[in-house]
């Protein structure tokens, strides 16, 4: 996506002049296709590395780099999917564009979540500190019950007449 500059040039030149927006649209197809491949390449970077190597101080660093390449390639595929939306507003559609939304949205969720907190959670199974999922249902069901049944207490009730 280092490209970006490129195609924010060509799209102020066709507004001025006569760039056909075909063209800007297989370039904005290309970028997204590219986008996708470097959040591929990211993907294998961490499967490849981001395996415990048993040295924590290395794990630590190899998980925030790994989370500043997702960060990285968020913050650029929301610079695309601005220019994707200008030219949609023209009526051109992008190839794989929602792809590329749906992406970004993984991306941000998966980042919402710090290296750090993964680690605790990783360690917290290793050591057994979980709750099996059915007792999580039903302690959430049980929670649901008494909302319904504290919400039907509080409404008012129908004279029969």
Known sequence: MTALPLYDLLARRGRATSVPAGDLARFADRLVQSALADLDLIADYERQYGAASGEPEFDRLVA????GLYDQWARQAEQLLDRIAELASTGTAILDAQRLTDA???????????????????????????????????????????????SNSLRPRRSRS
């Open 64 to 67: 925030q780099s790994i989370a």
């Open 104 to 150: 970004h949205g993984r991306t941000r969720a998966r980042l919402a979540v710090s290296p750090q907190q993964m680690a605790d959670a990783n360690r917290q199974v290793r050591e057994g500190n979980t709750i099996p999922a059915s007792e999580l249902r039903n302690e959430l069901r049980a929670r649901l019950r008494a909302r319904v049944q504290v």
